[in-house]
């Protein structure tokens, strides 16, 4: 019998100046990978540095987790960005990243974009394909995280990137594949034995229940724990226990 194996993600080194943000201490151990903030919606250059020290100390793959140039909002308001604007801010963002994670003797492992970047890449093939190739212009051996089923995906692989599909068990989903809206009631799952047990139906069944009914269907190789989440470091270990607890395997991409 095959093993199903599956990473854990969390967003994390947001944290920016004085300002702590998120639960980065508790979650290192928890998960198997990070995606890390490069300066744009969050994480200055001293607070990139400690994010990248304290996944090193962990054995946690790190990822860059580029966003809009959007302090204020935290990188989750929609910008109006030229696809050739998109290109150049994904790619000054894993360089400013990368240059932590050289110091540290560490290799970058995977990009994710943030927030409203990430879901404007599922849904406009112009600002996908930006991000996609500025991935393959900075390293094109570099796996990029996308949502299944989008045209973000379908960008990823024409651009000869591997594309590995994420899942959300702490975000609803609509019967159409998307997230649902953070506006809309019960998009947010804070119960950690909820989010645990929607883990299980992703990794195991494929499958979970939508917001607006019925269930949808989901391809996780990697599921992501967010790090603004309140409830995060006990969302992640439930999870984690549950996955385990059932012979999941756990393990960076």
Known sequence: ???????????????YGAFTYGHDREVFPLVTSVNLACGFHGGSPSRIREAVA??????????AHPG???????GRRDMALSPEEVYADVLYQLGALYA???AEGLSLHHVKPHGALYL???RDRETARA???????????LPLVVLPGTVYEEEAVRAGLRAVRE????????????????????????????AARRALDMVLRGRVEALDGGEVEVQAETLCIHGDNPRAP?????VRRALEGAGVRIQAF
Request: charged share 25%; net charge negative; aromatic share 8%.
């Open 167 to 194: 899942a959300f068990p702490e975000r609803a989903y609509l019967k159409s594949g998307q997230l649902a809206p953070r506006s809309m009631p019960g998009s947010w799952i804070t119960d950690p034995e909820e």
């Open 234 to 238: 006990e969302v992640a270990r439930a």
């Open 120 to 122: 404007k890449a599922c």
């Open 68 to 74: 809009f140039p959007d302090l204020v909002g935290f």
């Open 131 to 141: 991000i996609a190739e500025a991935v393959k212009a900075f390293d094109p051996g």
């Open 54 to 63: 304290l996944a090193k100390a962990h054995g946690v793959a790190v990822g």
């Open 100 to 102: 932590f994670v050289k």
């Open 1 to 15: 019998m095959v093993s199903v194996v599956v990473d854990l993600n969390a967003d994390a080194g947001e944290s």
